[in-house]
DNA sequence: ATTTATAAAAAGAACGCTCGTTTTATTAAA
DNA sequence: TTTAATAAAACGAGCGTTCTTTTTATAAAT
């Protein structure tokens, strides 16, 4: 069969499961309803993927690739400094609204529980890079010279949490509304002061 | 049989869901896995809850009851506002450092999974009562007026994102140590400018 | 162009195991 | 003697996975 058969069945399988994961939980989600869902055979399934453990960690590598590529993208366009991390902001959020289950999976599912060699997602792929872009304003006197966790910390972690109260259901509002409130208040927190 | 030993059987149910929950996950804690752990039969466990699911409501209970209970008297002892907020974060991370599965479960476990009624943490009572704190301070003028969504996430954001990284076994170091570095971070976007 | 050979892909029944729960029996306390 | 508490075996359902069979696509041979 040809390539592209086994990269839609593939599709499939990832469309349903990053959104069943994500809100449902991997123990809630069996090979059974993935079989309904998909319209494919179990026997289907265990043919693109070894275990159900391989499609966990096919969805995180895949999820956590999509979104930096998303930052990566967003910080390359922006000239200064100052749009730059307001661009990681609103990306986030933007990525939020247009793909909530990627999201949801990338912040929530806890993937300790299966993924026993994956990282905590506080340091996969997308929170590395934001880590040494933090890294690199304080060294260029952008930010505030401080520790980096607490760096990271006053930068992502308003982020996040406000992330979380939309994928919560608890922020009905869109999220973009919110990049520059926001941005604002992280930004009194971690620029230089300019005397 | 006495009270004490249905608390004291109840207890040691608590002691070993609230660590094993919070390590491992919900589901792959079984009630075979509560029985060897405790020493007490399934019919043991099942005498005093009736579902595994109503173990981890009181659980639930429980845990946010401790929490609130923590940084309610932590609250009542300061004296002025400045102190308050500084107060709650010394609280929270010291709670983080004694009571590491109490806080696990609180933060980490997606109670929605398997507890249906229960609202999502950011709407527990430790949180709903922060929230009120933070109203409070915005109508009194002491912090900037603002979004209580902007305000809730610019405060409680950095501080869970430092708890999270600590369980996460990213930071090695006590966390108490963050205290007052982070919380000057914090102020400086929320508390009001002194002109 | 049609047939045939080969492998890829999908289907679906079956397996063994573990789960949450129930049942029945036994022990300890009042 | 009656009830509270524990023990342990048993149940049915559902799980992840494997196995065997059938279908489908691709390419070479006629």
Redesign the pocket.
């Known amino acids: ?3 592209k ?2 990269d839609l ?1 593939k599709e499939k399988i990832f469309e349903y499961c990053i959104k069943n994961f994500a809100e449902n939980g991997y ?1 809630n ?5 993935i079989s309904e869902g998909t ?6 399934i ?3 993927f ?4 391989k499609i966990a960690q096919f969805l995180y590598d895949t999820a956590t690739g999509l979104i930096l590529d998303r930052i990566r993208t967003a910080v390359e366009k922006t000239a200064n400094d100052q749009e730059a991390l307001k661009s990681i902001i609103f990306t986030l959020f933007k990525l939020t609204e247009e793909e909530p289950h990627l999201m949801k999976y990338a912040l929530y599912v806890k993937h300790k529980d299966f993924l026993h060699e994956a990282p905590p997602i506080c340091s996969s792929k997308p929170f590395e890079y934001i880590k040494k872009f933090i890294k690199a304003k304080i060294k260029e006197g952008v930010f505030e010279d401080m520790d980096m966790v607490i760096a990271a910390s006053l930068i992502m972690g308003p982020v996040i949490r406000i992330i979380q109260l939309k994928m919560d259901g608890i922020l009905k509002q869109d999220l973009m509304k919110y990049t520059v409130p926001l941005f604002d208040g992280i930004a009194r927190s971690i620029y230089k002061k300019q005397v």
Chains 1, 2 share one sequence.
């Open positions: 069969m040809s390539e058969s086994r069945t123990s989600v069996g090979i059974r309803n319209g494919l055979s179990t026997g289907a265990y043919y693109h070894s275990s159900k453990e």
